[in-house]
C-alpha cells in the first residue's frame, strides 16, 4: 500500500555529515522478512536499530524502546543490503566515440572523475548495494580511498567501500597503449617488473589505503587457429608470489584478474584469493580452486554487450568468451565453488542496472536463493564481514533494503529496491510510512 514518501531523502539532509547518532533507536515492522542464511522468509517481524546496528530480530510482539522511530515495511521483501564484489566507480563505460578509455587519463581532471565517481557511488547505493568491492580507479591514483573517506564521514551517500587503489600489471601488460614509444603515456594501472617492484607497489598501495590489492594475471585474448580462446599472461610466478606473500602478511587479500590458461594457472598457484572473470577454467583448475578455497567472481553480463561482427577476430573472440565463460559458471557452480557477485560495472555505465548478473547466474544453474547468497553472506566471508553485512541480525551493521515481489519466486525482483538503509540510515524510501 502506499502511503506517504517521507522527506528524508532530500539532497540537503545527505550533503550534511549524516551518522546517526549512537542513542537514535529506529524498529523497523517487517510483513515478509528474508533471510538469506537460510532461505527462510518470517512473516510480521520487528528489527530493533541502535545507531548503526541491529540490535533485536523478533516476532511482532517484541517490545518497541520509547521513542524510537517506527517504519513500516508492508509490502515487498525486506532482506540484507546487497554486495557488489567488482564495481569500478572510476570508470563510465567508455563510450568510443566520446575518447573512450583514453581520455578518461588523458584528458579529465581527476576532480572531475571524482566527481562522477561519487555520482557511481551513490548508483550503487540507491539500487540497494550498500556494500561494494571496488576494483581499481583506472588511471585515479587512490581516489577510491577518497571516496570511501567522503562515505565514511556521511558527507557523501554511497554504500561501504572496499578498495584496491592503482592494480597491479607488467609493461606491456595494461593501457594505455599504441601511443609513440616517444611519448610516456599514463598506464590504468601500476606497473611492475621484477619481484622487488612488485612487492614495493603491493606495499605502497597498502599504505595510502588499499583494502585488497588488485592484479592483472591476463591482458590481450584472442581465439587462437584452433578456435580455442587464448589470452596473454603477464606477471611471473615469482612476481605474484612476492605480492601474495607482502599482501597476507598485512591480513589482506588478492584479487587476480584472470581469463584462461598460463596466467590464470600462476594465479592459482602463486596464491591468490579471488579470481576476476575467470572466462575459461579447467578441470583441474577448479579442483585447484576447491581445494585451496579461492573465491570466483564471474561477472557475466558484461560478455554479452557489444559483440563485434560474428566474422571478424574479434567477433569471434566476444562469443568464444561468452560460450567457454557459460560452461567455466555452470563447473564451477557445479563443484561448490564459492561463487560472489560482481558485475564489473563501469566497464558498462552506471546507468545500467547492477543487477543484471542475477538473471544469468540463475539460467547458468543457481537456485535464485544461491544467486541471493552471491550477493550477501558468500561476500561478507570473503570480506571478512561474516555476521556483520550480508545479514539482518543482532549486532550486523543495519543495511537493510526492501524489493518489490519474492526474489525466491523471481530473481528479477532484486532489481525493484524500493527502500535502503544503510548503517542504520536511511538513504531511499518510497511506498512505506513512517511514525
Ligand atoms: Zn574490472
Known sequence: MLSLLFGLANIAAQSEPAKPAAAQVTAIRAANLLDPRSGETKHNQVIIIRGDRVEVVGEASTAIPAGAQVIDLADGTVLPGLIESHTHI????????LGGYDIQLLKFPLAYRAARATVSAHRALEQGFTTIRDMETEGAGYGDVGIKMAVNEG????????????AISTTGGYPLEGYAPEIEV?????????????????????????????????HRS??????????????????????????????????????????????LDGGCDSIEHGLLISEAQITQMQRQGTWYCPTIAIYYKEWSPEDTPEGKRDRARAADHEQSFRKAQQAGLKIVYGTDVG??????????????????GMSPLQALQSATIRPAEMLGMTGRIGVIAPGAY?????????????????????????????????GTSRR
Request: hydrophobic fraction near 40%; proline fraction near 6%; charged fraction near 25%.
Open 90 to 97: 572510476f570508470l563510465q563505460g567508455e563510450d568510443p566515440a
Open 155 to 166: 558527507r557523501i551517500p554511497g554504500p561501504r567501500i572496499f578498495t584496491t587503489t592503482r
Open 186 to 218: 599514463p598506464k590504468g594501472v601500476q606497473i611492475i617488473d621484477g619481484p622487488v617492484q612488485a612487492r614495493k607497489a603491493a606495499r605502497e598501495q597498502m599504505d595510502h589505503g588499499a583494502d585488497w590489492i588488485k592484479v592483472y594475471m591476463t
Open 398 to 430: 543495519a543495511d537493510i533494503i526492501v524489493v518489490d515481489g519474492d526474489p525466491l519466486q523471481d530473481i528479477n525482483a532484486l532489481g525493484k529496491v524500493k527502500f535502503v538503509m544503510k548503517d542504520g540510515q536511511v538513504y531511499k524510501a518510497s
Open 347 to 364: 566497464g558498462f555505465s552506471w546507468d545500467q542496472p547492477i543487477v543484471q548478473d542475477f538473471p544469468y547466474m540463475v539460467k547458468f
Open 222 to 267: 584472442w581465439v587462437d587457429k584452433d578456435g580455442n580462446l587464448v589470452s596473454q599472461p603477464t606477471l611471473t610466478l615469482e612476481e605474484i608470489k612476492a605480492i601474495t606473500d607482502e599482501v597476507h602478511g598485512w591480513g589482506r587479500k588478492v584479487a587476480c584478474h584472470a581469463y584462461s590458461g598460463e596466467g590464470l594457472q600462476r594465479a
